[in-house]
């Protein structure tokens, strides 16, 4: 009998332990997620600001002419030296790109599909970490903004368009309002970095 009572208690304490080693590592991912997800909201707060910030300087300089030419030469650089400080792999992407090294990969393009879905029910889109690869990705929204509006707008309404398919002359990014789906970043975010 006493050994029954034995095995008995020795299984209860070992379940307990099991349960207490899952909540705990459960409360591990949970807070490795958060940190992920705070760090991918970080990085591209701070890449906007960089972009939005030298393309604002540009246009109030030169107009739009010379707000298209900075995008052409800066935008990419600035991203990868961005890349470089956060250690993480950072990109705008959209299904209406305006250069072609924007074009989303497969996964990508599901990720923006599903957000659309969700703009034209009306719901938040909110970001969202994903594994990919077994890299941790993640996404955020990119909406439409007026200032915007003066390249990406409707083609009749963009006054230097002729200079925006002189660079890029594969041009889908056009047509937008505001408020719209531009785009999303996609944001790889390496290791030892959270």
């Known amino acids: 009998?006493?050994?029954k009572f034995l095995i008995i208690a020795i299984l209860g304490v070992i379940i307990t332990s099991c349960n207490m080693e899952q909540k705990g590592s459960k409360a591990?991912?949970?807070?490795?997620?958060?940190?992920l997800m705070q760090r991918g909201k970080e990085v591209a707060q701070n890449t906007f600001k960089a972009l939005s910030q030298e393309l604002k300087k540009s246009m109030e300089e030169g107009g739009i002419e010379k707000a298209i030419a900075y995008c052409?030469?800066?935008a990419l650089p600035i991203t990868d030296s961005l890349s470089n400080e956060y250690h993480a792999e950072i990109k705008r992407t959209s299904a209406k790109y305006r250069n072609p090294k924007n074009a989303p990969t497969m996964a990508e393009g599901k990720v923006l599909l599903a957000y659309q879905e969700l703009k034209d029910k009306g719901e938040d889109m909110k970001p969202k970490l994903a594994e990919v690869g077994g890299k941790q990705i993640f996404y955020a929204p990119i909406v439409m903004q007026e200032m915007c509006m003066k390249c990406h707008g409707p083609k009749?309404?963009?006054s230097a368009y002729d200079k925006i398919l002189a660079k890029y002359p594969t041009d889908l990014a056009t047509g937008y309002k505001t408020g719209d789906l531009r785009g999303m970043w996609s944001i790889t975010l390496l290791p030892n970095k959270i």
């Open 1 to 3: 009998m006493k050994l």
């Open 28 to 35: 591990k991912i949970d807070q490795d997620q958060e940190a």
């Open 72 to 74: 052409n030469i800066n």
């Open 156 to 158: 009749d309404q963009i």
